[in-house]
C-alpha cells in the first residue's frame, strides 16, 4: 500500500524549526517573567510556530490535492480505455 508522507528532510527541518521555537518562546517567557522585559518578545516564537504549522499543513494539502486529482484522472483514463 502507499502512503502520501513528507520527505525525511522536510521533517528533520520541522522538528528543528518548531523545536527553535518552542525553546525560544520558554526562554522568551522566561525573560519576561524574571527580567520583566516587554511581553512583545513572546510574539516572535508565536509567529515562528504559526508560520511553520501553516506552511506545512498548507503546503502537504495542496500537493495532496494534485496527487489525488492526478490518481482520478490516470484511473478514469484506465476505465474509458477498456471498454
Same mark, same amino acid.
Given at each position: 500500500?502507499?502512503? $502520501?508522507? !513528507?520527505?525525511? /528532510? =522536510?521533517? *528533520?527541518?520541522?522538528?528543528?524549526?518548531?523545536?527553535?521555537?518552542? *525553546?525560544? /518562546? /520558554? *526562554? @522568551?517567557?522566561?525573560? =519576561?517573567?524574571?527580567?520583566?522585559?516587554?511581553? $512583545?518578545?513572546?510574539?516572535?516564537?508565536?509567529?515562528? &510556530?504559526? $508560520?511553520? $504549522?501553516? &506552511?506545512?499543513?498548507?503546503?502537504?494539502?495542496? #500537493?495532496?490535492?494534485? @496527487?489525488? #486529482?492526478? &490518481? #482520478? !484522472?490516470?484511473?478514469?483514463? #484506465?476505465?474509458?480505455?477498456?471498454?
Amino acid at each position: 500500500m502507499a502512503t $502520501f508522507r !513528507m520527505n525525511q /528532510f =522536510v521533517i *528533520v527541518f520541522m522538528i528543528i524549526w518548531l523545536g527553535s521555537a518552542v *525553546v525560544g /518562546f /520558554f *526562554v @522568551a517567557l522566561g525573560l =519576561v517573567l524574571i527580567e520583566d522585559l516587554n511581553p $512583545f518578545i513572546i510574539i516572535g516564537p508565536i509567529i515562528m &510556530l504559526i $508560520f511553520g $504549522f501553516g &506552511l506545512m499543513n498548507y503546503d502537504f494539502n495542496s #500537493e495532496k490535492k494534485i @496527487a489525488i #486529482e492526478a &490518481l #482520478e !484522472m490516470i484511473l478514469k483514463a #484506465e476505465i474509458q480505455s477498456t471498454l
